[in-house]
């Protein structure tokens, strides 16, 4: 993984010394909060519903073992025991006190890491697919990529006050582990018919009150070409993007209002005018940083055992049916860890839990970690005679839940219970769902399936791109709670098509257990998925199960 070097280190303590001062002013009363707010958003603070919340930025989603350790010790001292890790790979404290932030990001500086840039209208922590380096399956390891453009974004002169926020996702492979369709701009690696490297490059997508999928922008740009054409891109809309109305500023409302042919037409001259600014630079910066992300030395073990304690332990066979996933390297497994207990938060880790994986990546995963947009904890390199002793560990510390992509690995934003702007809770719907379908005993035969909850209309439960999405509506004072179907997040990207009308907080469970039911008496066999299922056979048969009276389904066709 990528090492800070003089400067980087600098950097970061400058900004840490830049904001103490700024908190000093605002405690002692010389600062107002107006005055203040712009300020602690640069650097990732918000003030909730019942305290402030700090954003740690974990780019790309990589984190080594002290870095892990020392986002538990900031739990302990700073907060209350737990971190909450969310679907921008970053990791939310929700109870700091604000006179100790500074401590906290001091902290973070002495293992690498910052809260720059986790808020305000910038370019966000770039996300990268959280099996980057290990999946069989990508055409390289994207996080070089991801870590030049973070370089390039962090404090970017031009693009400190854009009109609203922005975020970059990039991936390895053309299965798409991470949105890039959802995202300001996303980022493919690919192959040209010659057999190079380079990135097809998506814009305009996003969620929020105006879900969008993005539109190809170019289906092939050489990698030398990455920092010139996204900053062409960025420019653009910087000079386009609307700031008369903040619910039509994002980016996808400028391809919309233009169009991607204007759009194409107006990144393409302005990078015509800068590439010759980049005089090769950032492709040296970028050969140092990919030294860094070499693969680490693999092992060669037999694997009897990990085979062994399949046969003998159907936990430990169930686990790794659904928590492992194929890796490049022979006798290796990528190791999800679910962050989904049932009935627990979704995504929130205690401080002794991040030990614990702290401990277990050190000792059996090359040192390595990762956040997964899902809001799990990924062990990516795995040999499989260690697999027994990893499930072991994580039993012990409470992770071992075998519910990866099933029915209770929910995607759920905080909802009421912090966010300020939330109109109604997530939390609370998300662990009754998951706690219903383990009494039911139905996962694993129900297999694939995507819920994703949000609180609010601004999606950051991704719910438009569940295959079950919900949202939650204030309606007249009354949490409502919306259902979507058929929504996809992965290369087949599909925004969700409102099923009907919401349901209160005591009828959304058993909504959901019906639409679930439903799906397994609709299904041709074991084999298709709830989404496989809805696309062969379109709404109707989904909605006449959530809406069983005749009334309910007419109204809801």
Same mark, same amino acid.
């Given at each position: 993984?990528? &090492?800070?070097?003089?400067?980087?280190?600098?950097?970061?303590?400058?900004?840490?010394?830049?904001?103490?001062?700024?908190?000093? #002013? %605002?405690?002692?009363?010389?600062?107002?909060? =107006?005055?203040?707010?712009?300020? %602690?958003?640069? +650097?990732?603070?918000?003030?909730?519903?019942?305290?402030?919340?700090?954003?740690?930025?974990?780019?790309?989603?990589?984190?080594?073992?002290?870095?892990?350790?020392?986002?538990?010790?900031?739990?302990?001292?700073?907060? &209350? $025991?737990?971190?909450?890790?969310?679907?921008?790979?970053?990791?939310?404290?929700?109870?700091?006190?604000?006179?100790?932030?500074?401590?906290?990001?001091?902290?973070?500086?002495?293992?690498?890491?910052?809260?720059?840039?986790?808020?305000?209208?910038?370019?966000?922590?770039?996300?990268? =697919?959280?099996?980057?380096?290990?999946?069989?399956?990508?055409?390289?390891?994207? #996080?070089?990529?991801?870590?030049?453009?973070?370089?390039?974004?962090?404090?970017?002169?031009?693009?400190?006050?854009?009109? #609203?926020?922005?975020?970059?996702?990039?991936? *390895?492979?053309? !299965?798409?582990?991470?949105?890039?369709?959802?995202?300001?701009?996303?980022?493919?690696?690919?192959?040209?018919?010659?057999?190079?490297?380079?990135?097809?490059?998506?814009?305009?997508?996003?969620?929020?009150?105006?879900?969008?999928? *993005?539109?190809?922008?170019?289906?092939?740009?050489?990698?030398?070409?990455?920092?010139?054409?996204?900053?062409?891109?960025?420019?653009?809309?910087?000079?386009? *993007?609307? %700031?008369? +109305?903040?619910?039509?500023?994002?980016?996808?409302?400028?391809?919309?209002?233009?169009?991607?042919?204007?759009? #194409?037409?107006?990144?393409?001259?302005?990078?015509?005018?800068?590439?010759?600014?980049?005089?090769?630079?950032?492709?040296?910066?970028?050969?140092?940083?990919?030294?860094?992300?070499?693969?680490?030395?693999?092992?060669?073990?037999?694997?009897?055992?990990?085979?062994?304690? %399949?046969?003998? +332990?159907?936990?430990?066979?169930?686990?790794?049916?659904?928590?492992?996933?194929?890796? &490049?390297?022979?006798?290796?497994?990528?190791?999800?860890?679910?962050?989904?207990?049932?009935?627990?938060?979704?995504?929130?880790?205690?401080?002794?839990?991040?030990?614990?994986?702290? =401990?277990?990546?050190?000792?059996?995963?090359?040192?390595?970690?990762?956040?997964?947009?899902?809001?799990?904890?990924?062990?990516?390199?795995?040999?499989?005679?260690?697999?027994?002793?990893?499930?072991?560990?994580?039993?012990?510390?409470?992770?071992?839940?075998?519910?990866?992509?099933?029915?209770?690995?929910?995607?759920?934003?905080?909802?009421?219970?912090?966010?300020?702007?939330?109109?109604?809770?997530?939390?609370?719907?998300?662990?009754?769902?998951?706690?219903?379908?383990?009494?039911?005993?139905?996962?694993?035969?129900?297999?694939?399936?995507?819920?994703?909850?949000?609180?609010?209309?601004? !999606?950051?439960?991704?719910?438009?791109?569940?295959?079950?999405?919900?949202?939650?509506?204030?309606?007249?004072?009354?949490?409502?709670?919306?259902?979507?179907?058929?929504?996809?997040?992965?290369? =087949?990207?599909?925004?969700?098509?409102?099923?009907?009308?919401?349901?209160?907080?005591?009828?959304?469970?058993?909504?959901?257990?019906?639409?679930?039911?439903?799906?397994?008496?609709?299904?041709?066999?074991?084999?298709?998925?709830?989404?496989?299922?809805?696309?062969?056979?379109?709404? $109707?048969?989904?909605?006449?199960?959530?809406?069983?009276?005749?009334?309910?389904?007419?109204?809801?066709?």
């Amino acid at each position: 993984m990528y &090492k800070y070097n003089d400067f980087d280190a600098a950097f970061v303590r400058e900004r840490v010394a830049q904001f103490r001062g700024q908190v000093e #002013r %605002r405690i002692d009363g010389s600062l107002t909060e =107006d005055e203040f707010k712009p300020l %602690r958003l640069m +650097n990732g603070l918000y003030l909730q519903l019942h305290a402030y919340m700090l954003r740690v930025a974990v780019p790309y989603g990589t984190l080594n073992s002290a870095q892990m350790r020392q986002l538990a010790m900031i739990a302990d001292r700073w907060d &209350k $025991g737990y971190g909450h890790f969310t679907t921008r790979q970053n990791i939310q404290y929700n109870w700091p006190e604000l006179r100790d932030v500074p401590d906290i990001l001091d902290a973070l500086a002495d293992v690498e890491m910052h809260a720059i840039q986790t808020s305000g209208n910038t370019i966000r922590n770039v996300t990268a =697919d959280h099996f980057a380096g290990a999946a069989a399956d990508e055409i390289a390891d994207p #996080r070089p990529y991801a870590e030049l453009l973070r370089q390039w974004s962090t404090d970017h002169p031009e693009f400190q006050f854009l009109p #609203r926020k922005f975020k970059i996702a990039v991936t *390895g492979a053309e !299965a798409d582990r991470a949105v890039i369709r959802a995202h300001d701009i996303g980022l493919q690696l690919v192959r040209n018919d010659a057999g190079e490297i380079g990135f097809r490059v998506l814009v305009g997508g996003g969620l929020g009150r105006t879900p969008m999928i *993005g539109k190809v922008l170019t289906d092939y740009l050489p990698v030398a070409d990455l920092l010139p054409y996204c900053e062409a891109i960025v420019s653009v809309y910087n000079l386009l *993007g609307r %700031r008369d +109305n903040k619910y039509k500023a994002r980016i996808k409302i400028t391809v919309h209002e233009n169009g991607i042919d204007q759009i #194409r037409a107006l990144v393409d001259e302005r990078f015509a005018r800068i590439r010759a600014e980049f005089s090769g630079v950032d492709q040296a910066l970028l050969a140092e940083i990919q030294t860094a992300f070499a693969p680490p030395a693999f092992k060669t073990a037999e694997t009897d055992g990990y085979e062994a304690a %399949r046969l003998a +332990n159907p936990a430990f066979r169930s686990w790794s049916d659904t928590n492992l996933t194929a890796h &490049k390297a022979d006798g290796y497994a990528i190791v999800s860890v679910s962050i989904k207990k049932h009935g627990a938060t979704p995504g929130d880790a205690t401080s002794d839990q991040m030990r614990a994986l702290a =401990d277990i990546a050190e000792t059996y995963g090359h040192d390595e970690l990762r956040i997964s947009h899902e809001q799990n904890v990924i062990l990516p390199h795995v040999h499989q005679s260690d697999l027994p002793a990893v499930y072991a560990a994580l039993r012990a510390a409470d992770l071992a839940t075998a519910n990866i992509g099933l029915a209770s690995d929910i995607i759920a934003c905080p909802g009421m219970d912090y966010c300020a702007l939330a109109t109604a809770r997530s939390i609370p719907i998300a662990q009754q769902i998951a706690t219903r379908f383990d009494e039911l005993k139905l996962e694993h035969e129900v297999g694939p399936l995507k819920i994703k909850i949000s609180g609010c209309i601004n !999606a950051c439960g991704h719910h438009h791109v569940g295959h079950i999405g919900i949202l939650g509506l204030d309606r007249a004072g009354v949490e409502n709670y919306q259902i979507t179907l058929g929504g996809d997040g992965s290369e =087949d990207a599909a925004i969700g098509e409102r099923a009907g009308p919401g349901f209160s907080a005591d009828e959304i469970i058993p909504a959901i257990e019906r639409l679930v039911l439903g799906y397994l008496d609709l299904r041709e066999d074991a084999s298709e998925t709830f989404l496989q299922a809805y696309r062969r056979l379109g709404a $109707g048969p989904f909605k006449a199960v959530l809406y069983p009276d005749k009334e309910g389904a007419r109204d809801a066709a």
